[in-house]
């Protein structure tokens, strides 16, 4: 099974809502960082990439069709080359805004963290963020730089640059589907987003290996 669709855009962006939206088209499973931090083996996976082992994209998408948020959004450039029949989806709100929700939670998860070898250290704060991501100016022009480099990138007829609010006509004309007769999801909002990330952990750890 290869990927259909790949995201590109930073967490913060709606990509949870851009998750749930695809597994309505057919797009689903959809991998997400939820699905990484509730699943042991695919945490062991994603930190052996973050630590130098060579990618095996096979293998840390199988069951998948589409990919957004983090970890898959911070290898972009490698992931469109790997699938080049894939659909592009940039998810896009402007730097204030994704700065103000991402400082909020997101960046204190991280900085939070007690394990150095943690996908948002070694992943987001690192390979992101150059070490820099709690410096507002710093984290806003990495986000910056990250649009640029996917529009400069990915052929415009491949791309979708997909805006907050913007609903279910843009991304179904891009991805050939009908518009479904639902409302567009509205996922993982700040005040709740802490609380989803302690159980999916929880729920993880109580399926590890003991």
Request: proline letters at 8%; hydrophobic letters at 45%.
């Amino acid at each position: 099974m290869a990927l259909n669709v790949i995201g590109t855009g930073f967490g913060r962006t709606g990509t949870d809502s851009m998750r749930e939206a695809l597994t309505i088209l057919g797009f689903g499973p959809c991998h997400h960082m939820f699905e990484v931090l509730s699943a042991p083996d695919q945490k062991r996976q994603w930190r052996a990439l973050a630590q130098g082992a060579a990618p095996d994209w096979e293998q840390l998408f199988a069951g998948y069709v589409s990919c957004v948020d983090w970890p898959s959004a911070a290898y972009w450039p490698e992931l469109i080359k790997a699938y080049p029949e894939a659909r592009v989806i940039l998810t896009w709100r402007t730097a204030e805004s994704w700065w103000e929700s991402f400082s909020k939670t997101i960046l204190p998860g991280i900085l939070g963290s007690t394990d150095p070898e943690s996908l948002g250290r070694t992943v987001i704060e690192r390979r992101v963020f150059d070490g820099h991501m709690a410096e507002r100016d710093h984290a806003i022009a990495a986000y910056e730089a990250n649009v640029a480099a996917v529009k400069a990138m990915v052929a415009p007829e491949r791309l979708l640059i997909y805006r907050l609010g913007d609903g279910w006509p843009p991304l179904c004309a891009h991805l050939g589907v009908p518009v479904p007769d639902l409302p567009f999801p509205e996922r993982n909002k700040t005040e709740s987003f802490a609380a989803k990330v302690a159980d999916l952990e929880a729920a993880a750890n109580s399926r590890a290996p003991r």
